[in-house]
């Protein structure tokens, strides 16, 4: 009778330690982030601003050497030379990023600055051979295994494409530049390495448009490792004829091998989204990204143009996270005022090695940049980045 209580005792003991396993690992997915309400004042000192470029789209890391290391893009302010080609006026002012963009370097002590900018990284070349002629944009930064990469953009000309649709010379011309862009990605051992010149950068892109799912433009790349080891790149398509944006999942089983096609984010018009910045959230067990919403739908969030989150147990099911707004278009100063913006855009998302956000950066402009004429310019449209310090929410225990 011992012998068969201990065995019941045994039985109960093994059913609890199941139930409480099942109870942790519900508990531990949870989609309980909430970065709205963890978002901190800025002033001044949190924003990289230049009086000569448009400063757009920042990714961070820290180096081995305890500095915060920042690339970014930007391009010159002003009017074009003519000089190779006749249409070079359409790339006037902030519309130079698609042919004159360059991805640039800064450094700071502290995570969201000030940053000290300290030269060019990457810059076309404009050699016609070369798939990555022109612009060098989107960066993002990061460092697996000892090594960095530097994923971006960059794009050359196909005097060839055209669409179904009646179209100004301009327009169509811009297209042929915009239709392009593939993803590409350089190497370096540290971040410092690659101001100093020190890395290699790979002669083909890492992902280019297929033709079956994606069209015409792949760009927006954001990179992250997930747990089972393998990269998972998260990045923005269209659909043909200058369609609807599109996001989609590839997978590697290296960070600059050739990424393979693993599932749509994505595809609905009333879902469409930019600038994502993918993680992997170790404490939530869930993948995260954090997206410019492009849609007036309210679908998403009820902003267009706000920042929006988004979230996948598994990488291949996307949804709109719990609390899906991270932010509106404004900065909250650290007099207490709200600033109202054109642009908050290109969202990313710093976090410790266990995925916990720390810090978020986007690009952002207080009038439309876009709106005004080289010879109309002044300062308040003007653009530069900006980073948020998150603090940790503390819930009240009952």
Known sequence: MGKLSNYRKLYLFVIILIINIILHSYVSAQDNLNLNQ?????????????????????????????????????????????????????????KGWLKYSEIAYAVSDNLTGPY??????????????????????NPQVR????????????????????????LSKEDLHWLRYNCTQKIGVAI????????????????????????????????????????????YMIFKSRMPNVGNMTLWIAV???????????????????????????WYDYKLKR???????????KKLISQFGGIALITSLNATNWEAAKNPLISK????????TMLELSNLERPFVYTDANGQPLAIFAAFSVNNPGKVKPENYTPEYNTGNVGILLKTITKNKK
């Open 252 to 278: 590697s089983d290296k960070p600059d091998g050739q990424f393979k096609l693993l599932s749509k984010v994505f595809t609905e018009p009333d879902m469409a989204c930019e600038d994502p910045c993918l």
């Open 188 to 231: 370096a051992d540290s971040p410092e390495d690659f101001i100093k010149g020190n890395f290699t950068k790979l002669d083909q892109p890492l992902i280019s448009p297929d033709g079956v799912n994606t069209f015409e433009i792949v760009n927006n790349p954001s990179v992250t490792q997930g747990p089972d080891d393998k990269y």
């Open 143 to 166: 460092c697996f295994n000892g090594k960095c990469y530097l994923y971006y953009i960059s794009n050359s000309y196909n005097s060839d494409f055209d669409v179904n649709s009646q």
């Open 329 to 336: 278009r404004q900065l909250l100063l650290k007099n207490n």
């Open 38 to 94: 963890m978002l901190t004042q800025v002033d001044t000192n949190n924003m990289l601003l230049s009086d000569s470029y448009y400063i757009w789209g920042s990714s961070v890391v820290k180096g081995k050497d305890g500095k915060y290391h920042m690339f970014f893009s930007r391009w010159a302010h002003g009017k074009r030379n003519l000089d190779d080609d006749s249409m070079n006026y359409i790339f006037n002012g902030f």
């Open 116 to 137: 000290k900018i300290q030269g060019t990284v990457l810059k076309g070349n404009g050699n016609p051979e070369h798939w990555d002629r022109f612009t060098y944009h």
């Open 287 to 297: 993948f995260y990204a954090a997206v410019k919403y492009y849609s007036n739908s």
